[in-house]
């Protein structure tokens, strides 16, 4: 899995030297997505080539270029340069380009790319929460401080110890991709005694008897939340309405199709991703009833009181309307 790291730092450079010739122009999308399943909708929409066909009932003939990028800072530095029209990564992550765009390019949510759980896991038998995790522990996440993971447990660290220490354990955590991270968590020979892990690879290391789950993100926001967005500027969205309606309704048959069809939506996951993951996993990780598939914004807001409040979040949001495009408005958010 190293390999796809590296091929998406490849990427990146690629994207940000070239540029995107065609940005912001009627009919053409470029789209960024991370490794996993939790971009299971995109790849239902890339495979079903969904945009194209919506594209056509507004009477376009859109073309549509696929990047693969690892991290949500690479992610936004493609977005604000304009070498990408979309892009997508966990929530705290979007809520912060939003936040410091606001008055300029002014970022701005599409649509959820579903709800999944991350689990904080550990192969420290002594560690059973975040309460028992000592100097001598280290947690592995994708991006430390700032990603999804480390807000999340921020967070929760902030609910039991108070505002003021909703840092504590940013000292012990270390970035670790999650493959790397999940491999030295089985393995038990490394210092990662802890990773705060996500689909699929929580379900490969819960495998192994030595590990255990100490929390879940559903646990710090109560119930099911949204894992990533997809967001892009206010110019794009302005400038692009045929092009970025053709995007919304490819999103939402997508979901559609995923929940009605489980089994294809394994096989497109394997196709698309060139996974080498066994089909029956991939499967079971569909059909788990705490991942759900919508497009629908669930708990997003929790993320953007609770990160005003530590004072991750210069701008406080009313409601969770505030930072996303008026499209997604008729769905039940939150």
Do not use: C
């Amino acid at each position: 899995m190293n390999s796809l790291f590296k091929r998406a730092g490849l990427v990146v450079a690629l994207g940000l030297s070239l540029g995107t010739i065609n940005a912001h122009a009627e009919g053409t999308i470029s789209i960024a997505q991370q490794f996993g399943i939790g971009y299971l909708i995109l790849d239902v929409v890339q495979d079903q080539h969904l945009i194209e066909k919506y594209g056509k009932q507004e009477g376009l003939d859109i073309k549509v270029d696929w990047h693969s990028i690892s991290g949500a800072t690479a992610m936004n530095e493609a977005l604000l340069t304009g070498s990408l029209d979309v892009v997508s990564a966990g929530v705290p992550p979007a809520l912060t380009v939003w936040d410091r765009t606001r008055g300029k390019q002014n970022v701005k949510a599409i649509a959820s790319l579903g709800s999944m759980p991350n689990y904080l896991l550990s192969n420290n038998p002594a560690v059973k929460s975040i309460k028992d995790l000592t100097d001598k522990d280290r947690i592995a996440v994708p991006a430390a401080g700032v990603g999804f993971q480390s807000r999340t447990l921020q967070i929760e660290t902030a609910r039991i110890y108070g505002n003021a220490d909703y840092k504590r354990f940013d000292n012990i955590t270390l970035s670790l991709p999650h493959p790397d991270a999940t491999a030295a968590l089985i393995s038990g020979g490394s210092e990662i005694t802890a990773h705060f892990s996500s689909p699929p690879f929580q379900y490969q290391a819960l495998e192994h008897p030595n590990i255990h789950k100490i929390l879940s993100s559903y646990d710090v926001l109560g119930g099911k939340g949204t894992f990533n967005l997809l967001y892009t500027t206010e110019k794009f969205h302005d400038a692009n309405p045929k092009t970025y309606k053709a995007f919304f309704d490819a999103l939402a048959e997508a979901a559609e199709f995923i929940q009605a069809n489980k089994h294809e939506a394994a096989e497109t996951y394997i196709r698309v991703e060139k996974s080498h993951l066994p089909l029956e996993l991939i499967e079971k990780i569909i059909s788990d009833p705490e991942n759900d598939f919508t497009i629908t914004p669930q708990k997003t807001f929790v993320y953007a009181d609770k990160l005003h409040e530590l004072g991750v979040l210069k701008n406080q949001a009313g409601s969770w309307k505030d930072y996303f495009f008026p499209e997604a408005y008729a769905l039940p958010g939150s």
